[in-house]
DNA sequence: CCTACCGATCGGTAGG
DNA sequence: CCTACCGATCGGTAGG
């Protein structure tokens, strides 16, 4: 076997510092990991059809050939990041749904506030999935809709639950999810990295996102029990108390 | 001048039937058109790149080079599109906006009620927009830029003016106005013709967008005066007697 | 609005 | 990971 003097040589004992069987092929590993961040870049940029391997390849410093040495073919490589893409943020949603310590309205905020912050973080895998839907094969085609209906489907399911607790309005639960995750990811399009934090943006969009399906106090006061309703004048007694109090010459 | 026998001859009397000078040549005028109409639903669905001029010829049942009969260039058909994605909703968001017989919290529900149903409406074309941002020429995408910030700025001086009158909350308002964007934009990926109308979403999506940023009954309560805090009383009263009134015997 | 043609570039492969 | 090469397709033009 021919000894190569670019690649270092691991240490002869095997089990030395590598503790999963991914560490086997490191250096081929790390590039491929560059490639997929490259082709995410500019496949979010230009768009799949728009981009070349030999974008990919230039911007990298090789030749366009050296890419089929990590993969088999340009539709592969997007197939690779459209799982990334897909599996990446179902999980963390998935988990805030099912927390037990939070009502469906703060389930509903934090959700919205989770679901800002990957696309913030992960902007340009983001744009590259929206604008390549049509570019995908039938194969990643099915998975991406599969897990845009399922997100879709959990968001519908928190916002039935905060409508039965009386905690959100009667709405069509389908155009709300929807809505949600339209302000949520058109951020994509507008965030600055110089303005306001990514976790701040998450915030005052969650916080819309909220107050966009909050029942207000008058319709939740209009359906009121009489004792809940004694409650609510004893509430505004002590407000205008308080009130009277800042100034107590009127 | 050899006459054209493609071109069925105009009456001799050059005012008979011609309001404007576009009827002129109206054969090629109509050709245009649905060449532009076939270019911005193949456009939207597969992209610029992903578009060859020979799908827009097949689709129309023409050979490619007869495409450039009515154009110069791909370029010049995309930027012809971008000029009319641009245009067409400044007027009708500008003259909400503008209108004195609304305040502002009622103006922020039409606009976004008018976006809304402009977006599904013309749906490819506003598709077509968002993902050949990257492909557009200078002079095309500075107009484009151009028309998304005065809208944007349109929308944030409305919410300002809102805020300032006591009807929204507090917020950042370029935030404020770009998630408002981000509702409406969003519907165009998930509206479905077979399910709510259009008018119908449109409602629901402003409705939305309106709470999202509404002053709550609460805060407003907190910041009363002495004389409307005892209004907001004898309207609880009001609605308790009302509630007790359903059932005299509790 | 067509046929015939152009150079450039595309994704992919052979072979090392 | 490179050089050299492949057929296919791209946008655009000549000439009618």
Not at 36 to 52: D, N, Q, V, Y
Not at 66 to 94: Q, T, W
Not at 223 to 232: C, K, N, Q, Y
Request: proline fraction near 5%.
């Amino acid at each position: 076997m021919a000894s190569d003097s670019q690649r270092p040589k691991t240490p002869s004992t095997p089990r030395a510092a590598q503790p999963t069987a991914a560490a086997a092929t490191p250096r081929k590993q790390l590039m491929e990991n560059e490639v997929l961040e490259h082709a995410t870049r500019l496949f979010a940029e230009r768009g799949f059809s728009g981009t070349s391997l030999q974008d990919i390849a230039t911007s990298m410093g090789l030749k366009r050939p050296a890419l089929y040495y990590y993969f088999k073919s340009k539709d592969e490589l997007l197939d690779r990041l459209i799982v990334e893409g897909v599996n990446g943020p179902a999980h963390e949603l998935a988990a805030i749904a099912k927390r037990s310590d939070l009502g469906p309205a703060e389930r509903l905020h934090a959700i919205t506030r989770q679901n800002v912050k990957w696309v913030l973080t992960h902007t340009d895998l983001f744009l590259l999935l929206v604008k390549s839907e049509s570019e995908l094969s039938p194969a990643s085609a099915k998975k991406f809709n599969a897990g845009r209906r399922d997100a879709a489907d959990m968001v519908a399911a928190v916002i039935e639950e905060g409508v039965a607790a009386g905690e959100l309005r009667p709405v069509n639960t389908r155009v709300a999810a929807l809505s949600v995750f339209g302000i949520s990811n058109w951020t994509a399009w507008w965030f600055q990295p110089g303005g306001d934090s990514i976790d701040s943006v998450a915030d005052q969009v969650a916080d819309m996102a909220l107050a966009s399906l909050q029942q207000s106090d008058l319709a939740e006061r209009q359906a009121m029990s009489p004792r809940r309703a004694i409650a609510a004048l004893r509430q505004d007694l002590d407000r205008l108390e308080q009130t009277l109090g800042q100034d107590r010459s009127s």
